[in-house]
C-alpha cells in the first residue's frame, strides 16, 4: 500500500488555465479518507501552495519553493529548510536589475519583489536595499522572470555561472523551441542541494515512510528529481519526452484531468 503520493501543481494539478477541477478534489479526498498522504510539491511560494493545498483536500504538509521547505501548516512548524547562499542572491538580483526585468525571493510564506504583479497580497516590494533585506532575511529560493522572452534568454549564462546556486526550473520556451514563448518567462534559482527529489527523501525520513511507498506524479523537469527516489512515478501527457521517459507511466494530460485519472485507478 502506497503512504504518500507527491504532485506537481503547474502543469499538472491544474490544467492549462491554472484552474483545480471538482474530480481532481473529489478524488484527492477519496485517496485522503483511505489514509494516504497527498502532499503538493511546488516551485511556488509557501503561502501560495499552503492555500492551493487546503482548497484541493490535500494533506495537511506541503513541499514549496521547488524543494527548499517542508512545512506542516497545521502546526505552523517548517519541518525542512535549504537557505541560499547570500552571496549568490545579491548576484542574482544584480544580474536582474542591470537586465531591467523582475526579481523575486521566496522568504517566509511569501514573495519579495523588485516589482510587484501580483495584486493579491502574494508579494511585497523590496523596500530596502539589498545588503540589508539579506543580512536580516533568509531567503529558499530567487526567480529572475520577465515577459519578453528574448531578455530572459539572454541572461541564461549569467545566472547558471553564479555560485552556490543552480537553476532548478525554467519556463518550457526556454528548452522547447516549440513551446509557446507567452506569459512569464523564468529561471527558478536555489541552494545546489535543493530538489524536490531531496525534500520528498527529506520528508520520508521524518514521517518513517519508505520511499518504495511513495508515488510521484508531475510534468517539467524539475520533477524528475522526485521520479528518481519515489517508488513509483507518473508522468503528464503534457510532459515533454524527457520527462516521460523517466517515469514508470503517463497518464493523461493536466487539461484532462490526468492525475484524477490516475488516481482513480489507483484506489480501485
Known amino acids: 500500500m502506497y503512504k504518500a503520493i507527491f504532485i506537481d501543481i503547474d502543469g499538472t494539478l491544474r490544467d492549462s488555465k491554472r484552474n483545480l477541477s471538482q474530480k481532481t478534489k473529489e478524488t484527492i479526498k477519496k485517496v485522503t479518507d483511505k489514509g494516504i498522504l497527498v502532499i503538493l510539491c511546488s516551485g511556488r511560494p509557501r503561502k501560495y501552495t499552503e492555500d492551493l493545498s487546503k482548497k484541493c483536500g490535500a494533506s495537511r504538509y506541503i513541499i514549496n519553493s521547488g524543494g527548499s521547505s517542508i512545512y506542516d501548516y497545521e502546526e505552523q512548524k517548517v519541518l525542512y529548510r535549504e537557505i541560499m547562499d547570500k552571496n549568490a542572491c545579491k548576484d542574482l538580483y544584480e544580474i536582474a536589475e542591470k537586465a531591467g526585468v523582475r526579481f523575486m525571493m521566496d522568504v517566509g510564506d511569501g514573495r519579495v519583489v523588485t516589482k510587484i504583479k501580483q495584486t493579491d497580497g502574494s508579494e511585497t516590494l523590496l523596500n530596502t536595499d ?19 522572452f528574448e531578455k530572459i534568454k539572454k541572461l541564461k549564462n ?3 555561472s553564479v555560485k552556490n546556486a543552480e537553476v532548478k526550473n525554467r519556463h518550457k520556451s526556454l528548452t522547447n523551441k516549440d513551446y509557446p514563448k507567452e506569459g512569464t518567462i523564468y529561471y527558478d534559482l536555489a541552494n545546489i542541494e535543493c530538489s524536490k527529489g531531496n ?8 514521517m518513517n515512510i519508505e520511499l518504495k511507498d511513495t508515488i510521484a506524479i508531475g510534468d517539467g523537469l524539475n520533477d524528475i528529481s522526485m521520479f528518481e527516489v519515489a517508488g513509483y512515478s507518473v508522468a503528464m501527457g503534457n510532459s515533454p519526452e524527457k520527462v516521460k521517459e523517466k517515469a514508470s507511466e503517463v497518464t493523461l494530460s493536466n487539461d484532462q ?9 489507483l484506489i480501485k
Open 130 to 148: 539589498i545588503d540589508t533585506f539579506l543580512r536580516e532575511n533568509d531567503v529558499v529560493q530567487c526567480i529572475v522572470a520577465d515577459e519578453d
Open 158 to 160: 549569467k545566472v547558471e
Open 199 to 206: 525534500a520528498i527523501k527529506k520528508f520520508c525520513e521524518k
Open 257 to 265: 484531468d490526468g492525475v484524477a485519472v490516475f488516481l482513480e485507478k
